[in-house]
């Protein structure tokens, strides 16, 4: 086996440059040392998902403690363990300063973690991933844009599948499958334990009224109130309309793309906050790094306002507090475009604009775009046509 | 709207008997309250997934504080707030000893939570919440009786589906179809931040013996390392064996179910193995109440040794430690059937018994059922056909 063949093959640079840059982070913390165990984490610091932990130091070492899987006992920076009380034993020196993820680890990991370090003083590394994660390398950039196309060729197929007396929940399932022979992985990536979604959301009528628990720009009923948010067996009639914004994963880094479809005419209050949806899209990505996210935020609620559209935006029944996203390995990464956010733009991080409208009576318009933040706009990644397309 | 429409339609009296267990529970244990804030324990306290929380004192008051979604304020026992912090002013006294689970919650939510109630005294209700969860009341027996109905239905289809020249994620794509189609729900619920899987493992040929980092029964390298589970594009192919093992979640509880099928004839060492996975599931279905947990994977291996089978036994080039587990909402419930288990198995638990073989060159082999104990045998609640069925 190829001494290299744990980091996977095209990755080592990428991952050899990420380790550098959280060692330096590491180092301007006075952190002397950073231990990952989360799925996402491990995946960002090696490339690959596996069972154990990721260690790297401020001098720019890395350790993969592994448990699982076997098969990579020859490889570089590789060493296995049972159980991380075994860790220790791995290191040159012991951390002083450790840092641990407290945003996603479990209580009952953070403290046989912290047993296992009983000298070191424990601090939380989360924020200084999130604003890590949040920049896209070139690298990174590629495999979303990849999935930007891959997305938009399997969007392109819908209006081949839909079958006129379908309900919500056919096509959604026809929707599926066009993604997964595109190449889709179909896991849906959320950071924390509380947002849940199975592949995506595809609201018709008067469904996308209904309020969800989850933290999505758009609700839903779903099919059961163990997983309550999306499609509900709503049929699909002339007058509605239909709103796809289902998972692009494609190789572990995902784009975020909605778009609309109508059976027969809507109304003209529907077709007009498309078209204001479309334009929002369009004049949030002549902002570019260095504009504040609550920005974005503003300059959408402003022509919203001024097109008289405010009572419909964002949600009808409920609304949800922001107008975009950072995205990648997760669907809710840094920044958040809202009212009350911090973030600046940075360039090469990723966001999905997502300025949407529930009409009562009609259903959910607008469309979501994926962008690269570049120095003086917002690059598009999803390229599927805009316009609402009429299904037969 | 109906006063009770919080709680599911259905769903009162069940809901009513799991609060007043939780209660006598935490007074046996002198314990004042319990917070749960996990979709899981939302879920499992109202009928619904909520944002939120569920707060059950020791005198069987249970109070849900609800942050979205909007649409329930009239009902009993329903309270809107913003934030956790608002929780105290709810109360009519605040508890001394108060629980929260601390294996699925984030350090984060933990730290804050414990600032909400800065007198009490905060002990972790996991175990407690596994060992009630695990029993299955016969409402919940209904429902998962439901899901084996539908499960098997889909199942029976596969053949149907077949097309000779496809690959195991083609394969794949069109089960998951049939699934969602019979009403699946897709989402597949594990306990904890570190298993991952998108909707079922189906495994052809070598792929089989492909080391996973999860911790599941079988293996597969994936499509990516970034989901290095399951199927990976392995062509179909004469002599080789296919083994689905997708998910049975119907209706929030789901049952756990494997079959094998084969492309031509395969080696008498792969049916053989095939046949004696089919007679450990009869054997183990013979104990009852009151065996330990640890008693039936004991049971199975001597089988296995007995037979000469121990080199293929839950897997080749990596072994499972175990031979079934607990399941409901979760797929990794309590009891686990493993060598160092303590469970002892209760009448109402249901455990997923799946003794499975990986033969070199030939691919994986067994079947997987789900029961319920009873107080002298386990009741099988997956009953398609356990043969190896051709596929052409």
Not at 248 to 257: Q, V
Not at 262 to 272: I, N, P, T, W
């Given at each position: 086996m190829n001494n290299n063949a744990f980091i996977p093959s095209g990755w080592e640079n990428e991952i050899q440059a990420r380790v550098a840059r959280i060692a330096a982070q590491l180092k301007a913390a006075d952190i002397d040392a950073l231990l990952l165990a989360d799925n996402v984490s491990l995946y960002y610091t090696s490339g690959r998902v596996f069972a154990g932990y990721t260690y790297i130091t401020a001098l720019g070492e890395v350790l993969y403690c592994v448990r699982r899987p076997v098969g990579y006992e020859q490889c570089a920076n590789v060493h296995y363990i049972r159980k991380p009380e075994m860790i220790p034993a791995l290191l040159k020196s012991q951390p002083k300063k450790l840092a641990l993820k407290t945003d996603v680890m479990p209580v009952a990991e953070y403290n046989r973690l912290s047993q296992v370090f009983p000298e070191a003083e424990v601090v939380d590394a989360s924020a200084m991933m999130r604003a890590l994660r949040s920049v896209k390398s070139p690298f990174e950039q590629v495999l979303l844009k990849e999935d930007g196309v891959r997305h938009q060729a399997a969007y392109e197929r819908i209006p081949s599948i839909y079958k006129p007396g379908m309900t919500d929940v056919q096509l959604q399932i026809e929707i599926e499958r066009l993604l997964r022979l595109e190449g889709c992985l179909g896991i849906f990536r959320v950071q924390g334990p509380s947002m849940e979604l199975f592949m995506g959301n595809i609201l018709v009528g008067e469904n996308a009224d209904s309020p969800t628990p989850y933290d999505f720009a758009m609700g839903g009923a779903g099919m059961d109130p163990s997983l309550p948010v999306g499609a509900s067996g709503e049929a699909i009639?002339?007058?509605?309309?239909?709103?796809?914004?289902?998972?692009?994963?494609?190789?572990?880094?995902?784009?975020?793309?909605?778009?609309?479809?109508?059976?027969?005419?809507?109304?003209?209050?529907?077709?007009?906050?498309?078209?204001?949806?479309?334009?929002?899209?369009?004049r949030l990505a002549q902002f570019g790094a260095g504009t504040p996210a609550k920005a974005l935020y503003e300059e959408a609620v402003k022509m919203v306002e001024e097109a008289g559209m405010a009572d419909y935006f964002m949600g009808h029944m409920q609304k949800a507090g922001f107008v975009g996203h950072g995205l990648g390995i997760e669907i809710n990464e840094a920044p958040v475009l809202a009212p009350r956010s911090r973030d600046i733009l940075e360039e090469g991080q990723v966001v999905a604009i997502e300025p949407k409208f529930v009409i009562p009576g009609v259903g959910a318009v607008g469309v979501e775009n994926t962008f690269i933040v570049r120095h003086d706009h917002l690059e598009r990644i999803t390229n599927a046509a805009e316009e609402m397309i009429e299904l037969k």
């Open positions: 009639a002339p007058g509605k309309t239909i709103m796809v914004d289902a998972c692009g994963n494609f190789n572990g880094y995902m784009t975020d793309m909605t778009r609309c479809y109508r059976v027969g005419e809507v109304s003209d209050l529907a077709m007009k906050a498309h078209e204001l949806s479309i334009s929002v899209n369009h």
